[in-house]
């Protein structure tokens, strides 16, 4: 089993920003791409962002791509988000998840496990 665990939301005003974190334990952690998720309320769950297991690939959704940045420390088991510019339209839930194998995916049915999910709350 894996379990992942998310870390770092809060309130923040427009145009702050905040880093997320996603640690993880149990299985292999190196072994297997990473993504995070965001869920604002009456919504569809959407991909926000995704890194390779060997971290040289990263995807991002248009609507972040340039103000947030995914990054993965081994060391620590641990994958990060870090949001800037942030917006009132990424208020969301944000989830961590791993992916099945090593590539990044767009789509939930990439992953096999997800975290809890923390949540972001960007103010006008």
């Known amino acids: 089993q894996v379990q992942l665990v998310e870390s770092g939301g809060g309130l923040v005003q427009a145009g702050g920003s905040l880093r997320l974190s996603c640690a993880a334990s149990?299985?292999?952690?190196?072994?297997?791409?990473r993504g995070w998720f965001r869920q604002a309320p009456g919504k569809e769950r959407e991909f926000v962002a995704a890194i390779s297991s060997s971290g040289s690939t990263t995807m991002y959704a248009d609507s972040v791509k340039g103000r947030f940045t995914i990054s993965r420390d081994y060391a620590k088991n641990t994958v990060y988000l870090q949001m800037n510019s942030l917006k009132p339209e990424d208020t969301a839930v944000y989830y961590c998840?791993?992916?099945?194998?090593?590539?990044?995916?767009?789509?939930?049915?990439?992953?096999?496990?997800w975290g809890q999910g923390t949540q972001v709350t960007v103010s006008s």
């Open positions: 998840a791993q992916a099945t194998d090593n590539l990044p995916r767009t789509t939930q049915q990439g992953y096999a496990y």
């Open positions: 149990g299985r292999t952690f190196s072994g297997y791409a």
